[in-house]
């Protein structure tokens, strides 16, 4: 199935342990080329996320860009170092027993003693699994935008193929009537001139000349180019640079046929086929 490169996708998953998203912008490029962005909780498991993706993408500039909200009950829980806090009552105790006048403990104060308050530890474990699950989704989604707009690309450079395969059997159908046009306005102009010719000599370069101005063999070519695009546009598989070599065959064609030109409709359609492709090609470029 032809896939586009262009495409965009965004997955959200809430958790108890807050929100992840993923956000996925792809667009054309020669190879595939990763940019991912994201929390340094979850650098460890940059590499799987890099296995993932090119499992399933082959080319393109992907920006993956992931986000992690934490839940404000976890961010906001206090977790007390319970021994640090025993030790320190304990010491205080101690103090006030010392003390002709002894006073209450201001529990405060002993919250802001350095290691009684320690940091809430997020289990990242179900986290990250949850970030490789929510990954997979946002892919199946740009994918599926991917094959979408590659549809529509398709059936564009299919159109452009008939357009082209109808000038290239007008055009065979006219060289016969080109060719011979061509010689009767050659005649004309030698007659014109009054100059005694050697019917034997002008006969051969008449032949010559007709060889010259054959295009069957670049109207063949054009032809199999063609049929040669069709079936690679029908391949489940990434196929963007099979059909830019094709471009690259087709204008050459096309270029080859206007060289050969002695008629203003031969060259109109060498001009026209050129056109054809060049819209072609700019969509090619969108193909993965």
Not at 213 to 230: A, C, F, P, Y
Request: glycine content about 2%; overall charge negative; proline content about 2%.
């Amino acid at each position: 199935m032809t896939k586009s490169m262009t495409a965009f996708a965004r997955i959200q998953q809430n958790l108890e342990a807050g929100d992840l998203i993923w956000e996925l912008r792809s667009v054309n490029h020669r190879f595939l080329e990763l940019h991912l962005k994201m929390p340094e909780d979850f650098r460890a498991n940059e590499t799987k996320f890099r296995e993932i993706i090119q499992k399933r993408l082959k080319r393109g500039k992907v920006e993956c860009y992931l986000r992690f909200n934490q839940s404000a009950q976890q961010s906001e829980a206090i977790v007390i170092n319970e021994v640090q806090a025993k030790s320190l009552l304990s010491a205080c105790q101690e103090i006030n027993n010392l003390l002709h006048q002894p006073s209450e403990v201001d529990p405060m104060e002993v919250l802001q003693w350095p290691g009684i308050v320690q940091q809430s530890m997020l289990d990242m474990k179900p986290v990250l699994a949850a970030s490789e699950k929510g990954l997979e989704e946002a892919l199946d989604d740009l994918i599926a935008n991917r094959e979408r707009e590659g549809e529509r690309m398709r059936d564009l450079i299919l159109q452009r193929c008939d357009s082209i395969q109808q000038i290239v059997n007008q055009t065979r159908e006219n060289m016969p009537e080109i060719q011979a046009r061509y010689q009767k306005k050659l005649r004309a102009r030698l007659d014109d001139l009054n100059i005694e010719v050697n019917s034997d000599r002008l006969e051969q370069e008449l032949v010559h000349l007709a060889q010259k101005m054959d295009v069957d063999e670049e109207l063949d070519r054009l032809d199999s180019h063609l049929k040669e695009m069709s079936d690679v546009l029908n391949r489940n598989e990434a196929v963007g640079r099979r059909l830019d070599f094709l471009m690259q065959e087709l204008n050459r064609e096309a270029n080859t046929l206007g060289s050969k030109s002695a008629d203003i409709s031969s060259t109109n359609a060498s001009v026209e086929l050129k056109v054809l492709i060049e819209q072609m090609r700019e969509q090619i470029q969108n193909i993965e």
